[in-house]
Structure formats: structure tokens, C-alpha cells
């Protein structure tokens, strides 16, 4: 029968905690043991588990003895604090955190429309930042870059007006394009950039600065892409030409007339370039710039409301 007063309940702590230091002394003591006594020590480690699995009071009692006097025998003379373990078991934690983020992925929020309907309001994303290079931490600096983005790209980047905020658009036009618009055409280096007039669009929009839109599907080089343009009037109807500077990118938003971009603020270093959104990991119906509400009633409203806000059917959307 498996005990079970006070004495089990002390036995078992017991050994639960030397079984949690025993990888560490382990490791640290076995350069120092024969294979026999690495052998033997698993085996009482092994030994232990089993009599806590079985509630084997005598067993797990003859077992915790025994082990016992082998830690006394050969890992008396290993340095173990808890404390100073800990501490470097949350350093590597986080370095490798620091890591994953730095070098290879980070989450974005989508907090504006200026992407409807390829990235919408609420969109969470994950943001492959190794696609592009390696950018130095709270800098506009790289590493070094292993491409440059190409037309169709999406693209998460530090805003060059105020480094401090990230921006995501679709490059239309790289180094040396020229870009053009007329009567809301898109034009590079000449060539109208080719779209097909899909329906009257009545999906999530961000209102801004018309009503009622019109889906098209734009063709930019490898990638076709859902766009929006108002129905009637066309903010940048008519701009340029400009041509894109060596180093650089031109970028624009799949809702083109609600999106401050290029058009207005300039041109894309490639050093502000941050990474590619690859999919999205969660959605919901958020307020534009939701993000900046972090008042407690507003914390609690969206805690209340983020499941039935939900939009299930574009988790874990790849991003074109």
C-alpha cells in the first residue's frame, strides 16, 4: 500500500527536490566518475521516479537512502548555488529570446488601414527579419544585407521621419525605377503597372478619405496583389516622376488612397528596412490605432472582447 500521512508527503518532497538538482551536479561532477558511476547514478535517479510514479513509500525511501550516500560519496566536492543556476538559466532565456527577435522573427501589429485588404486592422503578424539581413539593434544600421527587397515585396520598416515607429507598405519601385502616377495609374519606369477591376469592395475598411471603394487585382512584376481605390475621388491622382535613389525603396500602401507613404514623406533607406510580415498569427477587430489605448478601461474592453472579435479564418494566412 502507498503511504499516505505526512511522512510520504515529507518522503516525496524530498526526492522530488533531488531530482531536480541531480542534472546539475551531474553534470557538473561527471568528468570525475567512472562509466560505472555514471551508470549507477541514473539508475538510482531512475530507481526514484519509479517508486514516485508506483507511490512506493518503502521503495522510494531505500532509493532516496541510497542516492543519498552516492551524492555524499561523489558529488560532495561539487560548488552548487540554486540562485546563481537560476540566474544563468534566465540569462541564456533570454539571450536566445533577444536572439530570435534580433535576428530572426518579431511580432507586428497592424494598427492602421493603410494596407486594407492584403493586412487589416488587428492583424497580428510575424515578421521574418533574417529574409533582408541583420539589423543592429534600436539602429537604422545593418549588419549586413543577404538581398534587397524586389517590387511586390511587403516590407516592415523604421519610419524615416521618426525611426522610433515601424511602417509597413508594399515596395512599387526600387534603385534607379522611376515612379510615376497619373489619374491614380501607377507608372514604373514608363510602364503602367497593369490592374484588373475585380467588384464594388465591401469589405473592413478604415473610412478615411472616401465612402465607397473599388477592389482591383494590381500586377507588379512576380507578385498580384488585392488593392483598393476609392470610387470616385483619388488622393495622389497625379505625382512625379521621381526616380528612386541608389540605396533605396519606394513603397506605397494597398489601400492607396488612404495610405501615407512614399508619395508624401520619401523615400525607404534599405538600413530602415526591419523584415518581410510572413503570417499571420492572429486577428481581431480592433479600433485604428487600438495599440495607444492603455488606459485600464481600455485594457479591460479588450480583454473582454478579443476571442468574440475574432477573425479566425485569417490566422495563420500567408502574406503576399
Known sequence: MPGRGKDWKELKRQAKVELEDFSTLFKKAKRGLSAPEKEQARSLCSSMRDALKTKDEAGLKAGLEEYLSFKDAH????????????????????????????????????????MIPTLLVGDQLMVNKLVFGVQIPLTTKK???????????????????????????RVVGVARDTIMVRDGFLFVNGKEVPRDYVEPYNGPSDSGNCGDYDLYVEKLDHTDHQMLMCHRSHTGDNYGPITVPDGNVFGMGDNRDNSADSRFWGFIPLDNI???????????????????????????????????????????????
Request: proline share 7%; net charge positive.
Open 75 to 114: 558529488f560532495s566536492q561539487v560548488r552548487y548555488n540554486k540562485t546563481w543556476e537560476l540566474v544563468k538559466d534566465l540569462f541564456w532565456i533570454l539571450l536566445i529570446v533577444f536572439f530570435i527577435r534580433w535576428v530572426l522573427i518579431e511580432p507586428f501589429r497592424i494598427p492602421s488601414g493603410s
Open 274 to 320: 526591419k523584415g518581410k510580415p510572413w503570417v499571420i498569427y492572429f486577428s481581431y477587430r480592433a479600433e485604428r490605432d487600438a495599440y495607444q489605448k492603455t488606459g485600464l478601461a481600455d485594457r479591460v474592453k479588450k480583454l473582454v472582447s478579443f476571442v468574440p472579435k475574432a477573425r479566425w479564418k485569417r490566422i495563420l494566412r500567408v502574406i503576399n
Open 143 to 169: 549588419l549586413f544585407n543577404l538581398k534587397t527587397p524586389q517590387r511586390g515585396d511587403v516590407i516592415v520598416f523604421k519610419y524615416p521621419p521618426n525611426p522610433r515607429e515601424d511602417y509597413v507598405k
